[in-house]
């Protein structure tokens, strides 16, 4: 039997809503039952939300709806959440949309699966529709922010990878990189820091702003970041693992130039190896 929410969620909004106009939210999930709680709590926060029951339906909403974020459950009838996934990430229209997959306990590979395609966030079954809505307000917030008008932040450069956080690009040897809002966020956090390592879990808290959380998280979109920046994801070069430390990055025999300053190159703690 498949775990589901409470049914009924207490009155009063729930926390975690994005300030400005409303944003829509597709929560694809077969059970009625959690598809109802889960769009409930959406609404109360302020989001727009539509519902779909399968998976082709669910593309067919996507395209109409055009959903600032997708609530994706895995197990679906007609094609799976992950096939979903797949294809809203081959669509290539505009930037990709934010992904929060609904999964089972017993579901890791998928889970696993699922970050490697994309998808921004997962939350576990069962879970609290009130975490489930801070998890979104999370990958919204993240996904839209900008820096201060008044302060741009600076284009940075290594090599031919450059990164422009003000206008969320990246491109590396003059071709732009489809990169999601997370795999984005954890290249400019490591090119600002080159040269010094950090544990998943600091990553954790630092990229994803969790205190806690599945550390495989990051190991997956790390390996999905070396896929698009590296010559040779097997031999990465910029991203490199330390053993029994974490990842840092390696510019090479350059450094990084941030807007015309060369950024603080910091050596990693211990002089620890660094191997793929």
Do not use: N
């Amino acid at each position: 039997m498949r775990p589901t929410t409470p049914p009924t969620p207490p009155p009063g909004p729930a926390q975690g809503p994005v300030p400005g106009p409303p944003r829509r939210v597709l929560v694809v999930e077969d059970d009625p039952t959690v598809a109802e709680v889960v769009t409930g709590y959406l609404s109360r926060a302020g989001y727009t939300t539509a519902h779909a029951a399968d998976g082709f339906t669910a593309l067919e909403r996507a395209a109409d709806f055009r959903p600032h974020l997708v609530v994706l459950d895995l197990m679906l009838p007609g094609i799976d959440g992950l096939e979903v996934c797949r294809r809203l990430r081959q669509s290539g229209e505009g930037p990709a949309v934010p992904v929060v997959m609904l999964t089972a306990r017993g579901e890791e590979a998928d889970r696993i699966l699922g970050l490697e395609l994309g998808a921004d966030d997962y939350v576990t079954k069962p879970f609290s529709p009130r975490e489930l809505v801070l998890r979104i307000g999370s990958v919204l917030r993240r996904a839209e922010a900008a820096p201060p008008a008044a302060a741009p932040a600076a284009v940075l450069r290594a090599g031919d990878l450059t990164a422009d956080p003000g206008g969320r690009r990246a491109h590396r040897a003059g071709r732009e990189l489809s990169l999601t809002a997370r795999e984005f966020d954890l290249l400019v956090f490591l090119m600002r820091h080159p040269g010094r390592v950090f544990s998943r879990e600091q990553l954790l808290q630092r990229v994803w702003g969790w205190e806690f959380g599945d550390l495989s998280t990051v190991t997956v979109h790390v390996r999905r970041l070396r896929e698009k920046i590296e010559a040779d994801p097997a031999a990465p070069r910029l991203v490199t693992t330390v053993w029994g430390a974490g990842y840092r990055f390696d510019p090479g025999g350059g450094e990084v130039i941030m807007a015309g300053e060369v950024a603080t190159h910091d050596a990693a703690p211990g002089g620890g190896e660094s191997r793929a």
